[in-house]
């Protein structure tokens, strides 16, 4: 049940994601005041957060099934194969946050940088988004998680390869863009 859980609320954050980037964009504003839009800035902060703990737990629970492997008989296998303490989407997870993190006013313009970073977190978003699917288009077997779990890390990979991003020495990564500090 737990493992279902993880898996509705992974799904919906990423499409949530999706919708809450196309309308700031859109309207060229981040709302964050209990309007139509919502607290755009809010729920973003905190899906990437729980996007990040579920992220977290897995890692964990290779982490341990790693360290048992060493001293039983029969140890669990890991959960995912290749997901680890290297791993690319969490501190990519964190970034987007803090971008979104204690917005204090109702409404931040989205200037030409932030625009252009909430582009980024979209496109990624975007690939995830391909991953996971749609509520309609895909239902997803919970024996296929950790094969999800994999491919959103790898995705997350292949996009900096891509875009030809030092993940931990690029600027537009590495410090989270806060429209309260501009």
């Known amino acids: 049940m737990n493992v ?3 898996m509705v609320d992974m799904k919906s954050a990423i499409i949530n994601n999706d919708i809450l980037f196309d309308r700031m964009l859109k309207n060229e504003k981040i709302t964050n005041e209990l309007v139509e839009d919502g607290e755009q800035a809010s729920q973003l902060y905190y899906n990437f957060t729980d996007m ?3 992220i977290d737990k ?3 629970m290779n982490l341990n099934f790693s360290e048992e492997a060493n001293w039983l008989v029969k140890p669990a296998s890991l959960f995912t194969n290749d ?3 290297n791993d690319v989407m969490p501190p990519t997870l964190h970034c987007m946050r803090m971008t979104f993190e204690r917005l204090d006013i109702t409404s931040y313009p989205v200037t030409l940088e ?5 582009e980024e977190y979209k496109e990624l978003n975007h690939r995830w988004l391909n991953i996971v699917g749609d509520f309609e288009s895909k239902e997803t077997n919970q024996n296929d998680w950790p094969k999800i779990l994999n491919h959103l890390e ?3 990979r292949n996009y900096f390869q891509e875009k030809n991003v030092d993940f931990v020495d690029d600027d537009v990564w590495r410090d989270a863009l806060n429209p309260r500090y501009e």
């Open 58 to 60: 897995y890692n964990l």
């Open 83 to 85: 997901l680890g303490q």
């Open 52 to 54: 990040t703990q579920i």
């Open 114 to 118: 932030l625009k252009t970073r909430i």
């Open 4 to 6: 279902r859980q993880d």
């Open 154 to 156: 790898q995705e997350t």
